[in-house]
């Protein structure tokens, strides 16, 4: 069973913050429902994560590490920070060549005199041992040397991680093979070329069919220098084959595009749909960015109104009161000569009687 620890590392109960604004996050309780419905079956845990609340982190790792099955950690993105304590609970921690790891010490904000600093330090100095306890757990480091890690905030490519005995085995290191281009866009993608092998192995010659078909098949296009085929290429000797990827990269883009729009109007809220149509058509924004833009837009109205009412109040303090009466005079007078004056002044406000 797959589970995902996604975005921050956050406490249960933000998470359905999180969940309302589309957002990623993970928080114990949604790790713990997870493994609830595993039974006793081997896990599968995916980090992707830049780290978040250190105490939430050690509850989930406590959670994963008491686990009776096995527990895979596969880091696919990044473990910084609280995500890479979670990652040292697998019994077996695999990492992505292209993935980072970062460990540091624990941070935290505070105010008050010198004895809440020297509260704080301490604090802090005692958090840093139960990382490093995990680290240490993990890969048999001393806790002078981890500590010593955080204190430099350490970054970690997969090698240097299995280097220091944080991961036990780098993913895809007998297979994968690593292209870099600042022009990305004359490479043609893995499923383009799958489909091109398949096009040429249905229509070679039987008897060109062997163990390894591809590269025995003679086309006019495929010498021995085994020339890379780029989209142009692909588009004047296939263009059969071309429209159908085209075609078919169309329709994902359509889809992409409809889900992005049907998640601006989930997300929209009364009073935003101005946003939500400069979302949609103009700055092309994800639900995300639309919900973090909501939720600006309706900080600033607080902001605007409290202003407008302070400026209002300013001018009413101005208004000159009417002469006191003598003390003959009933309170019903006195109140309905305040509610005149103040009713003037309203009118005078609203461009009225003056």
């Keep these: 069973m797959k589970i995902n620890i996604k975005g921050p590392i ?38 992707n994560s830049g780290g978040g609340s250190v105490f939430d982190a050690s509850e989930i790792y406590t959670a994963l590490k008491s ?30 060549p292209t993935a980072q790891m970062m460990i540091h010490n624990a941070s935290t904000y505070m105010s008050g005199d010198y004895r809440d600093m020297d509260h704080a330090s301490n604090f802090l100095k005692n958090t840093n041992q139960t990382i490093a306890n995990a680290y240490s757990l993990k890969s048999g480091k001393p806790y002078e040397e981890l500590l010593s890690m955080m204190d430099d905030e350490t970054w970690l490519n997969a090698e240097q991680a299995k280097e220091q005995n944080l991961i036990d085995e780098i993913m895809f290191q007998d297979e994968i093979k690593f292209v870099a281009s600042a022009d990305e866009g004359g490479l043609l993608p893995q ?73 601006i109007d989930e997300l929209g809220v009364a009073g935003s749909e101005e946003l939500a149509n400069q979302a949609k058509y103009e700055t092309m924004a994800t639900a995300e960015q639309f919900a973090v833009n909501i939720i600006k837009a309706q900080k600033q109205q607080g902001v605007n109104f409290l202003q407008n009412r302070n400026n209002d109040a300013q001018e009413l303090n101005q208004v000159k009161g009417a002469e006191a009466p003598e003390n003959n005079g009933s309170e019903e007078q006195k109140t309905k000569e305040a509610a005149a004056t103040i009713a003037n002044f309203i009118n005078q406000k609203r461009g009225g009687v003056k």
């Design 10 to 47: 956050i406490p249960s109960n933000h998470q359905w913050i999180y969940d309302w604004l589309g957002m990623e996050a993970t928080s114990p309780k949604r790790v713990s429902d997870e493994i609830a419905k595993a039974g006793k079956q081997d896990l599968e845990i995916e980090i």
């Design 67 to 96: 686990y009776p099955g096995n527990v895979t950690v596969k880091i696919v993105g990044i473990a910084a920070s609280a995500a890479s304590v979670i990652a040292m609970a697998g019994n077996k921690v695999m990492m992505s």
């Design 191 to 263: 499923q383009v070329i799958d489909k091109i092998r398949n096009e040429f192995l249905a229509n070679a010659p039987q008897n060109q069919v062997d163990e390894n078909p591809v590269d025995n098949i003679d086309t006019n296009n495929q010498k021995e220098d085994k020339k890379i085929m780029n989209l142009e290429q692909l588009k004047n000797d296939y263009p059969e084959l071309y429209q159908q990827v085209k075609n078919e990269g169309y329709e994902a883009g359509v889809q992409a595009e409809n889900a992005r729009i049907k998640a």
